[in-house]
Antibody, heavy 122, light 106 residues
C-alpha cells in the first residue's frame, strides 16, 4: 500500500522559508507525478506545483516564483520550499501522487498524505 | 478565466439523489475530476476522466460532462457521504480546484 507522509516545522516566521519533506513508502516514486497542495483551515484546495518522474517541474503562477519542488529518488522523498513566507501561507500542506501515464489522460491525485499544518507567525 | 464554480452547499435526504455541478469556461476542453473530503481527513478521489470511478468507490457515485459543466451525482445518498466535494481540472498546465460543495445528508 502506497503511503505518503509530510514532515517539517509546524511554525515558520514571516519572511523566512517554509520547507517540507514528503516521504513515499510502499511504492515506487518513479513513473508518477508528485504534487504539493495546500488548504487554509476551513477553505478550499490550492495546487502549489508538481515534479514529474523525469524531474520536470511546474508551479502555480499565483505563488509568484517563490516555490521550488525537488525529488530525491534514492530516499523516496520530495521536498517543497516556499520563500518569503507570510501569514497567507498558513495552511495544511498535502503531498499527493498523480497517476498520469503520458500520453493517456490523468487518472487524478490518487494517494494523499495526511497533511501537515504550517503556521506562519512571529 | 481558469476559475471553476460550484454551489456552496447541497442538501439531500438519505436514499435520495444529490447532484453537484462544476462549471468553467475551459472545462469542456479537458477532463474533470472529483474529490471527497471529510472533516480532518485528506481528500479522496471519487471520479476521474469525467466519468470513471477508481477502485473501491461505490457505484452510487457517477460523473458526467456536458459542454463546460461537469456533474457529480450521488444516487441513494447515505449519511457517510456527508462531506465536502471538490471538482478539479488541468487548465493550461495548472491544476485548478473548484471552491468546494458541502453535501449534507439529512
Amino acid at each position: 500500500q502506497v503511503r505518503l507522509q509530510e514532515s517539517g516545522p509546524g511554525l515558520v516566521k514571516p519572511s523566512e522559508t517554509l520547507s517540507l519533506i514528503c516521504t513515499v513508502s510502499g511504492g515506487s516514486i518513479t513513473k508518477y507525478y508528485w504534487s504539493w497542495i495546500r488548504q487554509p483551515l476551513g477553505r478550499g484546495l490550492e495546487w502549489i506545483g508538481y515534479i514529474s518522474y523525469t524531474g520536470t517541474t511546474e508551479y502555480n503562477p499565483s505563488l509568484g516564483g517563490r516555490v521550488n519542488i525537488s525529488v530525491d529518488t534514492s530516499m523516496s522523498q520530495l521536498s517543497l520550499t516556499l520563500t518569503s513566507a507570510t501569514a497567507a501561507d498558513t495552511a495544511i500542506y498535502f503531498c499527493a501522487r498523480e497517476d498520469h501515464p503520458i500520453p493517456a489522460p490523468t487518472r487524478g491525485f490518487d494517494y494523499w498524505g495526511p497533511g501537515i499544518l504550517v503556521t506562519v507567525s512571529s | 478565466s481558469a476559475d471553476l464554480t460550484q454551489p456552496p452547499s447541497v442538501s439531500v435526504s438519505p436514499g435520495q439523489t444529490a447532484t453537484i455541478a462544476c462549471s468553467g469556461d475551459d472545462l469542456g476542453d479537458t477532463y474533470a475530476l472529483w474529490y471527497q473530503q471529510k472533516p480532518g481527513q485528506s481528500p479522496v478521489l471519487v471520479i476521474y476522466q469525467d466519468t470513471e470511478r477508481p477502485a473501491g468507490i461505490p457505484e452510487r457515485f457517477s460523473g458526467a460532462m456536458s459542454g463546460n459543466t461537469a456533474t457529480l451525482t450521488i444516487r441513494g445518498a447515505q449519511p457517510m457521504d456527508e462531506a465536502d466535494y471538490f471538482c478539479q481540472a488541468w487548465i493550461r498546465g495548472i491544476a485548478v480546484f473548484g471552491p468546494g460543495t458541502k453535501v449534507t445528508v439529512l
